[in-house]
């Protein structure tokens, strides 16, 4: 079983940043791919970033590739998302996931525990 809580989320204006943490607890995730998704009201779930259980791997979205960074420290068992020149279309509930192997992927259904979420609003 594996436990993760996210936090760092917030109400912010459009250009400034934010950074999400996900603390991870019930097992290691060193060795194991990690994920942000998010959703908006009336919309599904969204593929955002996904991490290596190394670190040396990463994929993002295009809507957020040049303004995300997904970062993880095995040491702290915790991903982080750094988000920067955030836009209005980003605020959703950002939730981070816990992949039962290495590589990273975009679909939600291959990730096996997820966080209760963090709520991100921008407005204009």
């Known amino acids: 079983q594996v436990q993760l809580v996210e936090s760092g989320g917030g109400l912010v204006q459009a250009g400034d940043s934010l950074r999400l943490s996900c603390l991870a607890s019930g097992r290691t995730v060193s060795n194991y791919a990690m994920g942000w998704f998010r959703q908006a009201p009336g919309k599904e779930r969204e593929f955002v970033t996904a991490i290596s259980g190394s670190g040396g791997m990463t994929l993002y979205a295009d809507s957020v590739k040049g303004r995300f960074t997904m970062s993880r420290d095995n040491a702290e068992n915790s991903v982080y998302l750094q988000m920067n020149s955030l836009k209005p279309e980003d605020t959703a509930v950002y939730y981070c996931?816990?992949?039962?192997?290495?590589?990273?992927?975009?679909?939600?259904?291959?990730?096996?525990?997820w966080g209760q979420g963090t709520q991100v609003t921008v407005s204009k």
């Open positions: 996931a816990w992949l039962p192997y290495n590589i990273p992927v975009r679909t939600p259904t291959s990730y096996d525990y």
